[in-house]
């Protein structure tokens, strides 16, 4: 039979090599078992709704009446819906053009952005413009535009941090450009070494790849640790220095355990930093509703701001995105909730602060109780886990383990994750889909599974770790950092 152009050995070759761990082996294997009746806990990926996490009240309500305005025209709304909710949909509706059915402005509704820069103006004491704010859907989808519009080819290469989000990874290798990895050190509670930078930044060039920008996850993602004010600093220096687009995931902004380093935009610094790099240096930062203590992920809620871009390649990015016509609307509304929540006087703060107060609570806690429960168990290091949403604890795993794996054909910490799955049912992602330091083994699990659900979670993996070591060790030693 003839070869056809969607026959496998025809796909683009870019389409093959790319990998998404976070949806790859484990979760696949995982679904199988869910299948057969088996009860599966999915810690693979930051999904809070998905593991109990119930929506905020306020936001859900908004978006109600403005999917069905009918509902405004109903004498009887004022008894359902507090008076607030129904000033906020009336107040969207009249910023689109037709309603939720209708395209908005293919950078999103303008009365949105605007919400949005008010938001970020009000966060970093520095003003912001809505023109240079683009919505869209869900975080991811802006960092795949961004790298889109920055990787002319396979020379251009994209610091990343690792372990690193695979979203950078298979997106730099959809678009056929080179991943330039920089490690994070976790002896120092993953912090960054701006020597491991310029190692990376020097090797690449060595290799003939133009260095062209850097990412950093703030809070991190899977290693969950906040980069101090000073940390900032050291990155946008030398991004300056080597002229580098600076690409800042902050999209677990909201989610922070610890006190001592609260969240500081990377915009902000920049700011604070004054002339001349704070009128030089290129920088997109990135928001979503799908984390904190929204978690949102279904709605598909994302936003993106440039700052120092010239006004040439705002047009370019535009009309990328006009392509696509327009980001999904009601998502949009939902990131002109989050960043203009119910101000206090409002009927609806009280109820709001009461929710978003409790799950961000909550998730301390889980963090604490997650950490304490790894470090507990034989042959296993975790750090705690200060922002973002998981944990990423260091196996420890016997040579006996590691060619155990071998034989079956698969990296030593898939084998040890799909043995944790085939005898507990708890769905996590290996270490080696975020990258990892050779001979190193790590898990990455979220800290959302529900609060009361946690101890007997822990106490299931910690039997399963602890049988798994006294199985596959000699007690001659094991994989150390």
Same mark, same amino acid.
């Given at each position: 039979?003839?070869?056809?152009?969607? @026959?496998?050995?025809?796909? =683009?070759?870019? $389409?093959?090599?790319?990998?998404?761990?976070?949806?790859?082996?484990?979760?696949?294997?995982?679904?199988?078992?869910?299948?057969?009746?088996?009860?599966?806990?999915?810690?693979?990926? !930051?999904?809070?709704?998905?593991?109990?996490?119930?929506?905020?009240?306020?936001?859900?309500?908004?978006?109600?009446?403005?999917?069905? &305005?009918?509902?405004?025209?109903?004498?009887?709304?004022?008894?359902?819906?507090?008076?607030?909710?129904?000033?906020?949909?009336?107040?969207?509706?009249?910023?689109?053009?037709?309603?939720? /059915?209708?395209?908005? @402005?293919?950078? !999103?509704? &303008?009365?949105?952005?605007?919400?949005?820069?008010?938001?970020?103006?009000?966060? @970093?004491?520095?003003?912001?413009?809505?023109?240079?704010?683009?919505?869209?859907?869900?975080?991811?989808?802006?960092?795949?535009?961004?790298? =889109?519009?920055?990787?002319?080819?396979?020379?251009?290469?994209?610091?990343?941090?690792? &372990?690193?989000? &695979?979203?950078?990874?298979?997106?730099?290798?959809?678009?056929?450009?080179?991943?330039?990895?920089?490690?994070?050190?976790?002896?120092?509670?993953? /912090?960054?070494?701006?020597?491991?930078?310029?190692?990376?930044?020097?090797?690449?060039?060595?290799? !003939?790849?133009?260095?062209?920008?850097?990412?950093?996850?703030?809070?991190? =993602?899977?290693?969950?640790?906040?980069?101090?004010?000073?940390?900032?600093?050291?990155?946008?220096?030398?991004?300056?220095?080597?002229?580098?687009?600076?690409?800042?995931?902050?999209?677990?902004?909201? =989610?922070?355990?610890?006190?001592?380093?609260?969240?500081?935009?990377?915009?902000?610094?920049?700011?604070?930093?004054?002339?001349?790099?704070?009128?030089?240096?290129?920088?997109?930062?990135?928001?979503?509703?799908?984390?904190?203590?929204?978690?949102?992920?279904?709605?598909?809620?994302?936003?993106?701001?440039?700052?120092?871009?010239?006004?040439?390649?705002?047009?370019?990015?535009?009309? $990328?995105? %006009?392509?696509?016509?327009?980001?999904?609307?009601?998502?949009?509304?939902?990131?002109?909730?989050?960043?203009?929540?119910?101000?206090?006087?409002?009927?609806?703060?009280?109820?709001?602060?009461?929710?978003?107060?409790?799950?961000?609570?909550?998730?301390?806690?889980?963090?604490?109780?997650?950490?304490?429960?790894?470090?507990?168990?034989?042959?296993?290091?975790?750090?705690?886990?200060?922002?973002?949403?998981? %944990?990423?604890?260091?196996?420890?795993?016997?040579?006996?383990?590691?060619?155990?794996?071998?034989?079956?054909?698969?990296?030593?910490?898939?084998?040890?994750?799909?043995?944790?799955?085939?005898?507990? !049912?708890?769905?996590?992602?290996?270490? %080696?889909?975020?990258?990892?330091?050779?001979?190193?083994?790590?898990?990455?699990?979220?800290?959302?599974?529900?609060?009361?659900?946690?101890?007997?979670?822990?106490? %299931?993996?910690?039997?399963?770790?602890?049988?798994?070591?006294?199985?596959?060790? @000699?007690?001659?030693?094991?994989?150390?950092?």
């Amino acid at each position: 039979m003839t070869s056809l152009p969607l @026959d496998y050995e025809n796909l =683009n070759e870019n $389409v093959k090599k790319c990998q998404y761990a976070v949806r790859g082996e484990l979760y696949l294997r995982a679904s199988e078992l869910q299948k057969e009746g088996m009860k599966i806990i999915f810690t693979n990926v !930051g999904n809070p709704h998905a593991l109990g996490q119930k929506p905020l009240t306020f936001p859900r309500q908004v978006i109600a009446l403005c999917q069905a &305005p009918f509902l405004l025209d109903d004498p009887n709304v004022g008894l359902l819906f507090p008076a607030d909710a129904i000033a906020r949909a009336k107040h969207y509706l009249a910023l689109t053009s037709g309603g939720l /059915g209708a395209y908005s @402005d293919s950078r !999103g509704i &303008p009365g949105v952005r605007k919400e949005v820069a008010e938001f970020i103006e009000r966060r @970093d004491g520095y003003p912001s413009d809505p023109e240079h704010i683009f919505l869209t859907g869900g975080a991811s989808i802006g960092v795949m535009q961004i790298l =889109n519009t920055i990787i002319r080819g396979e020379g251009d290469g994209i610091l990343v941090p690792v &372990p690193q989000y &695979p979203l950078y990874s298979a997106t730099i290798t959809l678009f056929g450009g080179s991943l330039v990895p920089y490690f994070l050190e976790e002896t120092a509670n993953w /912090g960054l070494d701006i020597v491991n930078l310029r190692q990376s930044v020097a090797q690449a060039r060595s290799q !003939g790849i133009t260095v062209r920008a850097m990412v950093i996850i703030n809070p991190g =993602n899977p290693t969950g640790q906040c980069l101090s004010e000073a940390n900032l600093r050291e990155i946008l220096h030398f991004c300056h220095q080597n002229s580098l687009a600076l690409l800042g995931d902050e999209v677990y902004q909201q =989610n922070i355990y610890q006190d001592e380093r609260p969240f500081i935009s990377s915009r902000k610094v920049l700011m604070d930093m004054g002339l001349p790099i704070s009128k030089e240096l290129q920088l997109v930062s990135f928001h979503t509703v799908s984390k904190g203590y929204w978690g949102e992920c279904g709605q598909r809620g994302g936003y993106f701001e440039m700052t120092n871009i010239p006004p040439k390649t705002v047009e370019e990015i535009y009309k $990328v995105a %006009s392509i696509s016509l327009s980001p999904n609307v009601p998502a949009q509304i939902f990131m002109g909730l989050m960043v203009n929540p119910p101000k206090p006087g409002d009927i609806s703060y009280e109820r709001y602060v009461r929710e978003s107060k409790g799950i961000l609570e909550s998730l301390r806690r889980r963090a604490q109780i997650m950490t304490d429960g790894f470090n507990s168990c034989r042959n296993v290091v975790c750090n705690f886990t200060e922002g973002a949403m998981y %944990s990423f604890p260091q196996i420890r795993l016997p040579p006996n383990a590691i060619e155990a794996a071998e034989q079956a054909g698969k990296v030593p910490d898939v084998f040890y994750c799909l043995k944790l799955l085939e005898a507990t !049912g708890i769905s996590t992602v290996p270490g %080696s889909g975020f990258g990892q330091k050779e001979g190193v083994f790590h898990l990455r699990t979220t800290i959302l599974p529900a609060e009361e659900d946690m101890p007997a979670i822990m106490a %299931s993996f910690k039997k399963f770790n602890d049988e798994f070591m006294e199985q596959y060790e @000699d007690h001659r030693g094991h994989s150390r950092m």
